[in-house]
């Protein structure tokens, strides 16, 4: 029992190592279900295994007609489209023809000023002149630049710059270096000496630099907007044209040819194997993730995390085999029956994660087709929040109808704006939505009767057939035990009110208190509810015998749910509606004859349990004492039923109980007063007419033999 007032719903239980293991062999197992569905192709196939270079050893010719977009004959027409684009160069750079007329008008001073230094002697000139930087001089030219005469030189000096600046007015490639320097001699004016000319070329030569850059980032863009004038090229293969002829190479064409006809078969790839693996394994954690924060009684229960892996494996092999590569198959696949049978069998968002599930393996088997996903998501999402509670077949036949509506739309909102459909795909595509519907429905009414058979799930459906009174278990109650029929009854109109106050199931327990003492008709005369002529048959027996016979019942009950094939859901109704509590009745008579009480064996006076494990059968319990409690005392006011009603509740609290049930401190709050009302219309006090003061006591004025007669409300709230 939890101690906060508080309702939570959502809170986090604690995780036990049965759930953390079960987890980790779901998400296992799911991954390599999910990763084998997302790499192999399950069924075999007529596709051919070739390689580029490869010699083949068979012809091979095309089945039909096809025109497709060939990528080796689009990008060699790109490839010439970008070679019809030339190298780009900026244009001729002013500052490199500045600094170069500056370099020689530099280089011009420094050779003037060894001219004329008058310290300096002739093999010093020629030192300093043969070391000028960027301007090689033979030993000739600079002896011959000495030797000139002031006038001379001057006109050197002019004659060179006037070259420089010449030349680098025009673009000087790099490449163009070596040819521009040869025009030096061109452009030399012919009024000079030889020696002249000799000097003013072997100056201006070095100083020819380029002027004008290759553009490399323009000359891409340019050719990559070449490249993108380009239309795609179609190829089309005629019915019957050899692609492939025996005995020879595979090319780079015949290979393309074959991917289009989807003949070829595709090569593992080990980097996009583990690509896909990786993805799967993402999104098999998020739903065991959730399965762990929120659904751990799923985990609990390996019947149910069972279910749990064989639907969503079964679909997601429909979904390899129905989906990818196929035309209208892809519009027949039945989706919505996953979504329907987890939301009825499990709970409601964990189908609805479920099929998010298997919408992104739908999405990575057709490479994102949004309009394949949203049309298997679409309807199958709103059939399946449309579900609710199923307690008609019509339930199933309107999700069939949500699921065609649905679907008629997606199709809608996808083909009609492209208007590539013609009437005759209309009709194929209507027809196959209709049809899904159909089958998702049959599918999902046909599992849900089989699973919740195989299973041993207590389906709303069949909690509705076990709450007819015609069932044959509910019959030999009433036959054999009709005080504890119909004590069954009320306490199934309290336990029902009680569980929809605290939201738990209310058609479980109901179903679950019509059988909980269904192990009475074994010894009905035993129990007090069935003594009408007022026999007792304890009193012939000891008190450890009687203890035996009103603990069994609930073997008897277990016994008997067996053998009718009762859910499991409903025979923990019958084992744990008493918990572990003690026949006190007898215990005390034991204990009395025996004189101490050291020398009896309570175990021998104890059910064998187990207290009860979830909310509904822990109402169960408290409905079942306080219902034989408020029987036994005879209230006569509302105020005495609220108080025999607390004072049971709260004995089975303390003493440990509720301890392993999910009620909180709330819950019981709520359910003593459903409890109260309850029992106030069943035990209210009545006008007592003149006859009613001659009539002879009834038997259920007399001890309740069954198991203990003290006056106290607890003790007579401890009954079988």
Not at 109 to 137: C, K, M, W
Not at 207 to 215: A, E, K, R, S
């Amino acid at each position: 029992m939890t101690s906060t007032n508080n309702f939570e719903p959502s809170r986090r239980r604690r995780v036990s190592s049965t759930a953390l293991a079960r987890a980790f062999l779901l998400g296992l197992a799911l991954t390599l279900v999910t990763g084998t569905v997302m790499t192999i192709q399950l069924l075999p196939t007529n596709q051919i295994v070739l390689s580029e270079g490869q010699i083949s050893h068979e012809e091979i010719v095309a089945p039909y007609q096809k025109t497709f977009v060939s990528e080796i004959l689009t990008e060699e027409a790109r490839l010439l489209a970008e070679q019809t684009v030339e190298s780009i160069y900026d244009g001729p750079d002013p500052q490199v023809a500045r600094q170069q007329v500056a370099n020689a008008r530099r280089v011009l001073n420094f050779i003037d000023s060894v001219r004329h230094d008058s310290y300096a002697t002739p093999p010093e000139q020629h030192v300093y002149l043969s070391a000028i930087e960027g301007v090689p001089l033979s030993t000739k030219v600079i002896s011959r630049t000495l030797a000139l005469s002031n006038e001379d030189w001057q006109q050197v000096m002019e004659q060179t710059v006037r070259v420089v600046e010449d030349l680098m007015r025009q673009a000087i490639l790099e490449d163009d270096v070596y040819t521009t320097r040869r025009l030096v001699a061109s452009r030399i004016s012919f009024d000079l000496s030889d020696e002249q000319r000799e000097v003013v070329t072997s100056l201006s030569k070095p100083l020819i630099q380029p002027n004008t850059f290759y553009n490399a980032q323009e000359t891409a863009a340019q050719r990559q907007a070449a490249r993108e004038q380009v239309l795609p090229v179609e190829r089309t293969i005629m019915e019957g044209q050899v692609i492939v002829r025996r005995g020879a190479q595979v090319s780079a064409e015949a290979i393309e040819i074959l991917t289009n006809y989807e003949l070829l078969q595709p090569q593992l790839d080990w980097s996009k194997t583990a690509s896909t693996v990786a993805s799967a394994l993402f999104i098999v954690l998020i739903l065991v993730g959730y399965l762990l924060r929120f659904q751990t009684p799923i985990l609990e229960k390996g019947r149910l995390s069972l279910l749990l892996l064989l639907l969503l494996s079964l679909f997601l092999i429909a979904a390899r085999l129905m989906v990818p590569g196929h035309t209208i198959l892809p519009y027949l696949f039945p989706l919505a029956t996953m979504g329907m049978l987890i939301c009825s069998l499990l709970d409601g968002q964990l189908a609805v994660l479920s099929l998010l599930f298997i919408g992104a393996v739908i999405a990575f088997m057709t490479n994102g087709s949004l309009e394949l996903v949203t049309y298997a998501l679409g309807g199958s999402l709103l059939a399946t929040l449309a579900l609710g509670k199923i307690q008609r077949l019509s339930t199933f036949a309107w999700g069939g109808v949500y699921v065609i509506l649905t679907n008629l739309a997606v199709l809608a909102m996808f083909r009609l704006p492209m208007q590539e459909t013609d009437l005759q795909g209309w009709l194929a595509l209507g027809a196959a939505t209709i049809v899904n519907g159909g089958i998702s429905v049959s599918l999902a009414l046909a599992g849900f009767y089989l699973l919740g058979q195989l299973f041993d799930l207590p389906t709303t459906l069949r909690l509705m057939e076990l709450a007819r009174p015609t069932h044959p278990l509910l019959r030999q109650l009433l036959l054999k035990a009709p005080g504890t029929y119909h004590h069954s009854i009320l306490v199934s109109n309290m336990v029902e009110q009680a569980a929809e106050q605290i939201g738990a199931d209310a058609l479980l327990s109901r179903v679950g208190a019509f059988y909980h003492d269904i192990g009475k008709t074994a010894r009905p005369y035993f129990f007090v509810d069935n003594q009408a002529d007022g026999i007792n048959a304890h009193e012939r027996l000891d008190p450890q015998t009687s203890a035996e016979i009103i603990i069994s019942h609930v073997k008897d009950g277990l016994d008997m749910a067996k053998k009718y094939r009762l859910p499991s859901a409903v025979r923990d109704f019958i084992t744990q509606h008493q918990g572990t509590g003690v026949v006190s009745f007898f215990y005390h008579r034991a204990c009395q004859e025996a004189g101490e009480t050291e020398k009896v064996d309570e175990s021998k006076f104890r059910y064998p349990g187990p207290k009860p494990q979830s909310k509904e059968t822990g109402i169960l319990m408290l409905a079942d004492s306080c219902e034989a409690a408020v029987r036994a005392s005879g209230p006569t006011s509302r105020q005495q039923i609220k108080e025999i009603v607390r004072q049971v509740t709260d004995a089975k609290m303390l003493a440990g109980e509720l301890d392993e049930c999910d009620l909180t401190l709330r819950d019981l709050d709520q359910i003593r007063q459903t409890f109260v009302d309850t029992l106030s219309g069943v035990f209210h006090p009545r006008v007592k007419y003149p006859d009613d003061e001659k009539k002879e006591p009834s038997a259920s004025d007399q001890p309740e033999t069954e198991n203990e007669t003290e006056t106290s409300n607890i003790s007579a709230a401890e009954r079988p």
